[in-house]
C-alpha cells in the first residue's frame, strides 16, 4: 500500500507539475552531455595536438561541476518549495487520520527519489542520444567526417549525474520536508497570510529608478567603450554597477507600473493591474534576479552558438596544407628532396604541386654592422616610410594615431616576399591574385585590423627606397604565408620579383608550400585528409609543419568556448525560468481568497483564467525585456572582449547569429509561459468551484 501510494503521488505531481519535472530532465542532460565531454571525438582528435591546452580545460570540469550543482541546488528547492506547499492540506488529513510524522517524512522521501529515479531514467538516454548527435555533428562539421565518429557510453558521467543529482535533491528535500513535518495540524489548514507592502513614497518611485538608469547608463558605456575589460578590477567595477542598477530600478518598478496600468477599467483589468503591482512591489528581488539570469544566459547562448558556427566555416585564410623548410641557397635541391620523399611514403598522391615560399630582410643603416666588412655593407639600402608615418599623424583617432605611428616605424627595416610567390599563395586559397607595377609595393601585416592603415593608403602615398619613389598599393595584405608558425610575420613588404632581387641579403629564406587536392578533401573532410598525410610522413626527416597546428588551435577555442558557455546559458536559462515560476504561482495561492470573492461577485472561470494568462504574461515580459535591453550591451562587449579585437571584422556574424538565437529563446519562452499558465487555470479552478456552488445554493 505504502509503495503503491508512493507510485501514485509520483505519478500525479509529474503530471501537474510538468514544467517542474521538465526542468529537471533538461538539467540532467546539460549534465551528463557536459561531464561526458572527454569522450567527444573532437576532443579526442585536439587531444594529438592540444593536448596540454585540452588537460587544462578537463581539469576545470570539476569546478563546473561543483558550480553547476550549488546553482541546481535552488533550481530543486524553488520547484520543491512550491510542489509541497500546494500539497498541505493533503499532508494535514494523513496527519489528522492517524499517520505518524516519521511515515509522513518516509512517504516525502520515497516521492522524491521515485520523482528522481523517473527523471534519470528519462534524461539519461536523452543525453546519451543528443550526446553522439552533437559529437557527430561536430565531427562533420569540422572536417573530421561521420567516420571520425565512435559511439560512446560514459558510465562515469552517468554516475556523477546521478550522485549529484541526487545530492542536490536530498539536500533540498531535507530543508523543505523537515521544516514541512515539525508544523502543528492546525497550519495544514491554514491559509498563508498575505504579504503586505511598504509604501518608500517619493525615493521609491521616482529616486531610486533615476539612480538605477544612471548605473545602467554607466555600466553600458563601460561595456561598449571596451573599458570594461582593460582589467579584472573594471570588469568587476562594471558588473557591480550594473547590478546595482538593476536593483534599484526593480525597487521603483512597483510605483511606475502603477501609473503605467491607471485607467485600464476593461473587464478585470484593474484587478490584473493591481495584482500585478503588488507582486512586482513585493517580489522585486526575484524579479532581478531572475532577469539578471536571462541576460547571462542570453549573452553566452548567443557567444557559444555563434562559436559553434564558426566550427565548420574554419574562416581564417590559408594557402599551405603544408610547409616544407628549404635549405637557403639550395632551392632545386630542395624541390627534388621533397618531392622524392613524398613519392617514396605515398603522401603526393594526396598532394597538389609544391610552389616556393621566398622571403628576405633587407638590411638598413638602422641594422648594426661591422664597418669593416665591406661585403655586408653592400647590400644596406636606404628605407624610407616618412610620408606614410606623417600621413598617419593626420588621423583624428589619438588611440589609432598612436599605434599606426608605432607600426610603420617596423616597416623600414622590413622584410621582403615576392610577388609572383605571394600571388601563387591567393590562387591556392581561392582568391584572386594582385598586380604590382615596376613602381609599386605592398605592405603586408599579419593581422585583420587593418581599417587605420588602408584609411592612408587610399590617399595614394609613396615610400622612398634607395631614392626611388614606390607607390604603395591601396588594400593591405593579410594572408599568412605559412601553414602555421614556421615564420611570423608581423610586418613585410611585398614587391615585384626583379626588385626583390635588388633588394635581397644574404639572409634569405625558402619555403615550399603545398595544398591538398580538393577531390580528397572533399572525400575525407579536412582534418581528416590533413591527418592522414601527417601519418604517411611521421617517418620521414623532413622538416615541416600542417595547417593542423593552426586549425586544432582555432577549433579547440571554439569548441571550449561553444560547450561551456552553452551549458551556463542552459542552466542559468531553466534556473530563471524555474524561480518565475514560482514565485508567482506561490503568489496566487497566497491571494486565492481574492479570486473566490471574484467569482462569488459573478467572474466566471473563463475571464479569470483570462486575467490570470495576462499576469503570468507581464510577470515574464518584465524581466525578460530587461535582460534583452541588457543584452543589446552585454552580448557585443562579450564578443568583443572574449573574441578580442582581432576579430572584429566577424563580429557582425557574431551578433546576428546572437540576437537570432535571443529570439528562438523566446520561443522556449512562450512554452514556459504556457505551462505556467496551464498549472495555474487548475488552481483556478479548485477556487471557482466551491464558490459557484455556494451561488447556486443561494
Known amino acids: 500500500m505504502f509503495f503503491k501510494l508512493v507510485r501514485k503521488n509520483g505519478r500525479k505531481t509529474r503530471r501537474e507539475n510538468g514544467i517542474f519535472f521538465f526542468s529537471l530532465i533538461v538539467s540532467v542532460i546539460a549534465f551528463y552531455i557536459f561531464l561526458s565531454l572527454e569522450n567527444q571525438d573532437v576532443i579526442h582528435f585536439l587531444k594529438t595536438m592540444e593536448s596540454d591546452a585540452v588537460q587544462k580545460l578537463l581539469d576545470l570540469l ?115 520536508s523537515g521544516r514541512m513535518v515539525r508544523r502543528e495540524i492546525l497550519e495544514y489548514f491554514q491559509d498563508h497570510e498575505e504579504e503586505a507592502g511598504n509604501d518608500a513614497g517619493r525615493v521609491r518611485s521616482i529616486l531610486s529608478p533615476a539612480a538605477g538608469l544612471v548605473c545602467l547608463g554607466a555600466a553600458y558605456f563601460s561595456a561598449i567603450s571596451g573599458s570594461a575589460w582593460m582589467s579584472i578590477v573594471s570588469m568587476g567595477r562594471t558588473v557591480i554597477i550594473g547590478t546595482v542598477g538593476m536593483f534599484l530600478v526593480f525597487y521603483g518598478l512597483g510605483p511606475f507600473l502603477e501609473r503605467f496600468w491607471k485607467g485600464k477599467k476593461k473587464g478585470l483589468g484593474i484587478f490584473t493591474a493591481r495584482q500585478l503591482t503588488e507582486q512586482a512591489s513585493l517580489q522585486w528581488k526575484p524579479l532581478v534576479i531572475s532577469s539578471l539570469l536571462f541576460l547571462a544566459a542570453f549573452c553566452f547562448l548567443g557567444y557559444g552558438i555563434a562559436a559553434a558556427n564558426t566550427l565548420s566555416e574554419q574562416s581564417a585564410f590559408h594557402g599551405a596544407d603544408f610547409t616544407f623548410v628549404g635549405e637557403r641557397g639550395k632551392s632545386e635541391e630542395t624541390l627534388e628532396r621533397i618531392e622524392a620523399i613524398l613519392e617514396s611514403t605515398g603522401a603526393g598522391a594526396y598532394l597538389e604541386e609544391p610552389y616556393e615560399m621566398r622571403i628576405a630582410l633587407v638590411f638598413t643603416d638602422a641594422i648594426p654592422m661591422d664597418e669593416e666588412d665591406e661585403e655586408m655593407r653592400s647590400y644596406v639600402h636606404d628605407v624610407d616610410f616618412s610620408r606614410l608615418i606623417a600621413a598617419a599623424a593626420r588621423l583624428e583617432d589619438p588611440k589609432e594615431r598612436q599605434n599606426l605611428e608605432s607600426d610603420l616605424t617596423y616597416y623600414e627595416d622590413p622584410y621582403l616576399i615576392t610577388l609572383s610567390a605571394y600571388n601563387q599563395l591567393l590562387q591556392a586559397g581561392g582568391k584572386e591574385p594582385i598586380t604590382l607595377g615596376e613602381q609599386e609595393i605592398a605592405l603586408y601585416k599579419n593581422t585583420q585590423s587593418t581599417g587605420a592603415l588602408e584609411q592612408i593608403l587610399a590617399s595614394g602615398p609613396e615610400v622612398q627606397i634607395d631614392g626611388t619613389a614606390y607607390q604603395v598599393y591601396d588594400t593591405v595584405c ?135 494568462g495576462q499576469q503570468v504574461r507581464w510577470y515574464f515580459l518584465i524581466p525578460l525585456t530587461a535582460a534583452v535591453i541588457n543584452s543589446i550591451f552585454g552580448l557585443p562587449s562579450l564578443i568583443t572582449g572574449v573574441s578580442g579585437s582581432q576579430m572584429a571584422g566577424g563580429s557582425l556574424s557574431f551578433l546576428i547569429s546572437g540576437f537570432l538565437v535571443i529570439a528562438c529563446v523566446f520561443v522556449l519562452e512562450y512554452v514556459y509561459m504556457k505551462a505556467v499558465i496551464r498549472l495555474n487555470n487548475r488552481h483556478l479552478l479548485s477556487l471557482v468551484r466551491p464558490a459557484e456552488g455556494r451561488q447556486e445554493n443561494l
Open 478 to 612: 593579410t594572408e599568412p604565408v605559412v601553414a602555421d608558425r614556421l615564420i611570423t610575420l608581423a610586418n613585410a613588404i611585398i614587391v615585384p620579383d626583379e626588385l626583390f632581387e635588388k633588394l635581397k641579403s644574404p639572409s634569405e629564406d625558402s619555403y615550399w608550400n603545398l595544398m591538398l587536392k580538393s577531390s580528397y578533401v572533399e572525400e575525407m573532410g579536412l582534418m581528416q585528409a590533413v591527418s592522414t598525410v601527417n601519418e604517411l610522413l611521421a617517418d620521414s626527416d623532413l622538416e615541416y609543419e600542417s595547417y593542423l597546428q593552426s586549425m586544432g588551435r582555432q577549433l579547440f577555442y571554439h569548441v571550449a568556448s561553444a560547450y561551456l558557455t552553452i551549458y551556463l546559458a542552459v542552466i542559468f536559462f531553466v534556473i530563471a525560468n524555474t524561480v518565475l515560476s514560482v514565485q508567482f504561482l506561490m503568489h496566487q495561492r497566497r491571494t486565492g481568497e481574492r479570486v473566490r470573492i471574484l467569482s462569488f461577485l459573478g467572474a466566471g472561470y473563463e475571464m479569470l483564467c483570462q486575467a490570470a
Open 62 to 176: 570539476p569546478l563546473f561541476y561543483g558550480v553547476s550543482l550549488f546553482l541546481l541546488f535552488f533550481l530543486v528547492y524553488f520547484s520543491g518549495l512550491y510542489q509541497l506547499e500546494r500539497r498541505r492540506y493533503e499532508f494535514g488529513v494523513f496527519l489528522m487520520l492517524g499517520m505518524k510524522r516519521s511515515r509522513l517524512f518516509l512517504l516525502l522521501l520515497a516521492e522524491d527519489i521515485w520523482n528522481s529515479l523517473t527523471a534519470l531514467a528519462v534524461g539519461i538516454p536523452i543525453a546519451v542520444f543528443l550526446s553522439e548527435m552533437i559529437s557527430m555533428i561536430t565531427s562533420k562539421a569540422v572536417g573530421l567526417g561521420i567516420i571520425g565518429h565512435h559511439f560512446t557510453f560514459s558510465s562515469e558521467a552517468v554516475l556523477l549525474t546521478a550522485a549529484g543529482f541526487a545530492g542536490i535533491k536530498l539536500a533540498a528535500f531535507a530543508l523543505l
